[in-house]
């Protein structure tokens, strides 16, 4: 019987490795204008993050256009285009196998905003605020 492995940690060091690869390649294949897809080929695509599976057949790319216009238009044309992309990072990729390749639009930017916002805050502002005032009464006994 085959051994199962949980995935309990973080990926490892080869999912890191690998995705970074096909990152690289994604990101090539997109800014040398080589798929023909007006959609494509009008947005710059920034590609910030890709994530592996354990067994690196499955690729989720995240993936945002420049100004964050025609999201769902993007990923729409994206998924259009897997096989063609799928073959391309196939070739600049030396793996056994090729990795099924996944669209996910990148919300990082959304919640690094969100995060901003809360640390400016009045709320938490306060709350700093009593830390500073706490911390310069015991610097004073």
Do not use: C
């Not at 690289?24 to 710059?44: F, I, T, Y």
């Not at 690729?59 to 063609?84: C, H, Q, S, W």
């Amino acid at each position: 019987m085959a051994k199962r492995f949980e995935q309990t940690t973080g990926p490892s060091q080869r999912q890191q490795r690998v995705a970074e690869l096909v990152r690289h390649a994604l990101a090539e294949v997109l800014s040398r204008g080589d798929l023909q897809d007006d959609v494509l080929n009008r947005h710059v695509i920034t590609i910030p993050e890709v994530r592996m599976s354990p067994d690196l057949k499955l690729a989720t790319a995240y993936v945002m256009p420049l100004g964050g216009k025609d999201e769902d238009a993007v990923i729409k044309a994206l998924e259009k285009n897997r096989k063609f992309l799928r073959q391309e990072v196939a070739r600049r990729v030396n793996l056994k196998f090729a990795p099924d390749l996944r669209f996910r639009r990148d919300e990082s930017f959304d919640e690094a905003a969100r995060i901003d916002a809360l640390l400016r805050s009045e709320r938490v502002a306060r709350d700093t605020g009593k830390l500073d005032a706490e911390q310069a009464d015991d610097n004073d006994e």
